[in-house]
């Protein structure tokens, strides 16, 4: 009896286990920016989904383009239509791995991300730096690169009064939480 | 036949169970963290963007209605006839113009206020977006507008010029049209617009009630250029072979080319329609496209964001 007791709480012990590693993004938000000579162009994407496994550092992030909320609708209109072309490209995401978290030493530890960025369709082999802070059973990703608009085929036509930068920052911030 | 199944055998198979609910510790094959997500996803209901490239088609209005809080300013102009000849610089040296403003209460709802020279006319809209294409969760095959319409006569200048009789309230047309279109494909988009027109007064061998019906299109050539097409088919026109020359009355034709350039909509367009009310383009129309009545005329437009979205 004891035996299968012991059996019965290893087996439950051991699929807890394995739940235990994988941190699901609470808050998840893409943000991006671009200097221009007119007007500056941001948006933001608030229904950013990602999970993250610790035990072995894979990372993955989804995100629909329509969901960027820009402050000038018809931006939002062009950047879909013209630029994105989400009715043919709906979706942008990235999958890697993060290494230099030790999530047993806390604090805030400066993290690198590597893998393939997936843009407008094309697929590129990145590697950004960031940060996680450790809060909690929380971890906070923070991160900032530049995208090349044309690594990613994003063509702007030269009427475009707009001087829209070849070269965006976009800024990750994550709060993941274990699932 | 009976299988021998001996005590060896059960044992095996026992250790197989363990092994498969120990699994967990023993997985060293990563499963796809994306195709995860992917999975994940929640289906929603995507509506139909960026149908038509302004809220003008032609002469007439497209489904399209401006964003909540931005604020459009539309310049119009239409020429002389191209068959005028070399003497009227081709039609170039009249011109009618329209200048307007239409403003986006909410996604759905807009206003608009204009005055067109021909006929010295005020008119205003209230554009409502009934229904929208959809797919997803919800799918719906087009897009509905409502279009209500008043224009406001203020030519000619004393009622006493027309009859003793006419009164300012003969000045007024009304419009109602419903706008219905679908985006068939990221570059082709078709329209019909079924109209009614009401006119407070009218010639002997017109109708105060009028009926139409309009067809159009866009093709996306490239991402900024569209060719467009719009043709207004009036039931209620009186019968032409009855009619001298100045009153015979014609459908209007149009052909156009939408060029886009960030927040402006550069339209231009060869019609044989010169007034830019509905009661002018679609009753009034008085030359014929294919006798080379053709005016060469453009719309121009300029979006201002009053209202930051959030």
Not at chain 2, 65 to 78: D, P, Y
Not at chain 2, 208 to 223: F, H, I, S
Request: proline share 3%; glycine share 8%; no cysteine.
């Amino acid at each position: 009896m004891i035996k299968r007791i012991l059996l019965l709480s290893l087996v439950i012990f051991s699929w807890q286990a394995e739940a235990q590693q994988r941190y699901f993004a609470e808050k998840a938000a893409i943000s991006f920016f671009s200097d221009g000579v007119v007007e500056d162009i941001s948006a933001r994407n608030e229904k950013v989904t990602s999970i993250f496994d610790v035990i072995n550092g894979e990372v993955a992030y989804l995100l629909s383009i329509k969901d960027f909320q820009f402050p000038n609708k018809l931006m939002q209109v062009h950047f879909n239509e013209k630029y994105m072309e989400s009715e043919k490209i709906p979706k942008a995401s990235f999958q890697g791995k993060i290494t230099g978290l030790n999530v047993a030493a806390g604090g805030t530890q400066q993290v690198k991300a590597t893998g393939k960025l997936s843009i407008h369709g094309v697929v590129k082999n990145v590697e950004v730096p960031g940060t996680i802070e450790v809060n909690g059973t929380r971890l906070i990703l923070k991160s900032k690169f530049m995208v090349k608009l044309l690594d990613y085929n994003i063509k702007v036509p030269q009427i475009v009064y707009q001087n829209i930068a070849q070269e965006i920052e976009v800024t990750v911030d994550f709060t993941y939480r274990p699932l | 036949m009976i299988l021998p199944i001996g005590p060896y055998k059960l044992k095996v198979m026992k250790k197989t169970l363990l092994l498969f609910l120990f699994s967990p510790f023993l997985t060293f094959a990563q499963e796809d963290l994306l195709g995860e997500l992917e999975k994940d996803t929640k289906k929603e209901t995507e509506y139909t963007f960026a149908t038509f490239k302004g809220t003008r088609l032609g002469n007439g209005h497209t489904i399209e209605t401006k964003n909540a809080g931005s604020l459009e300013f539309i310049f119009q102009h239409r020429f002389g006839a191209i068959n005028g000849g070399a003497y009227e610089m081709f039609g170039l040296d009249q011109a009618y113009v329209r200048l307007g403003l239409d403003y986006g209460i909410t996604d759905r709802l807009s206003v608009s206020i204009g005055r067109n020279s021909f006929d010295k006319t005020m008119d205003g809209y209230l554009k409502y977006k009934v229904l929208r294409q959809s797919t997803g969760v919800k799918t719906f095959p087009f897009s509905m507008t409502f279009l209500g319409g008043l224009a406001y006569k203020l030519s000619p200048k004393d009622n006493a010029d027309v009859s003793p009789e006419f009164e300012n309230v003969d000045r007024l047309s009304y419009t109602a049209q419903f706008l219905i279109a679908r985006k068939f494909t990221t570059n082709f988009s078709f329209q019909i617009m079924p109209t009614y027109i009401h006119k407070n007064i009218v010639e002997t061998y017109e109708e105060n009630d009028q009926v139409a019906l309009g067809l159009g299109g866009r093709l996306k050539v490239t991402k900024s250029l569209a060719l467009t097409g719009e043709y207004y088919i009036n039931f209620s026109a009186p019968d032409n072979d009855t009619l001298t020359d100045d009153q015979k009355r014609y459908n209007s034709l149009t052909f156009g080319i939408d060029i886009e350039t960030g927040g402006h909509v550069f339209q231009l367009l060869l019609t044989n329609a010169i007034g830019l009310t509905e009661r002018a383009y679609i009753t009034e129309t008085g030359d014929n496209f294919f006798d080379g009545d053709i005016h060469l005329g453009f719309n121009v437009t300029r979006t201002f964001q009053l209202k930051k979205n959030k």
